[in-house]
């Protein structure tokens, strides 16, 4: 494995310790040109080919989005697990950062391909959620169309129509408890991505935003 590889994803430390307003690094400017250039070699986002079943499966997920793994099957995954282990979990930070490179090393594994993986990996969990989030939002509309519809037809058929504004509110909510449930997951697997490549990168390059709130609950129309 390159050496300069090496030199680029641990320099994480030095920027921290950077006086604020000194001018970058030439290591640093070259540790983030390297994920800039991974990033590029990652192509467009993924297309999934496969219906997702189960949401909360993360590996379903990849397997939908035709994640590969490398060659030598050292993915981000694989590195975080390498990180809980119970050999070096309590080590200081240093030290379980050069065992994994020790173990990248030795079976030829390039440090960028594990980047790569983790990017890979990121960046289907983020056209996922846009995927949930569109077809939740087409479902709110929907029922909020159907709503004002049966809502001018209220004074007519009270009893008839209320028990369907009710269904459709609750549908809504059902689908939006399980998305931003599944949302929190979503950020807890990026945290974990992005904590094992903070051992790499100057730069993460792993988004890991909060999750939004839920909104409120609407009113149902007994509460009027």
């Known amino acids: 494995m390159s050496k300069k590889w090496y030199n680029l994803f641990v320099s994480v430390d030095e920027t921290a310790n950077r006086p604020e307003g000194a001018d970058a690094s030439p290591a640093s400017s070259s540790a983030a040109d390297a994920v800039a250039e991974i990033a590029r070699g990652i192509g467009p986002p993924p297309q999934f080919t496969a219906p997702v079943s189960n949401p909360g499966s993360f590996a379903e997920i990849y397997r939908a989005a035709e994640i590969q793994p490398p060659s030598h099957g050292f993915t981000i995954e ?28 030795a079976v030829g594994a390039p440090l960028q391909d594990v980047i790569q993986d983790a990017m890979k990996r990121d960046q289907a969990l983020d056209t996922f959620e846009r995927v949930q ?24 058929v009270v009893a008839e129509h ?27 697997e990026e945290q974990k991505i992005a904590d094992a ?28």
């Open 133 to 156: 989030e569109k077809t939740l939002n087409q479902l709110e509309t929907q029922k909020e169309q159907e709503n004002q519809q049966i809502q001018a037809e209220l004074d007519r």
């Open 197 to 224: 490549v903070s051992y790499f990168v100057a730069e993460n390059p792993i988004h890991t935003a909060g999750p939004a709130a839920a909104p409120a609950p609407k009113s149902s129309p007994e509460s009027k």
């Open 162 to 188: 209320r028990s369907r504004i009710q269904a459709n509110t609750d549908e809504v909510a059902r689908e939006k408890e399980k998305f931003f449930a599944w949302r929190l997951k979503k950020q807890e």
């Open 78 to 105: 694989k590195v975080a697990e390498m990180l809980r282990s119970e050999h070096i979990r309590n080590l200081p930070r240093d030290v379980k950062r050069s065992s994994v490179m020790v173990a990248l090393e």
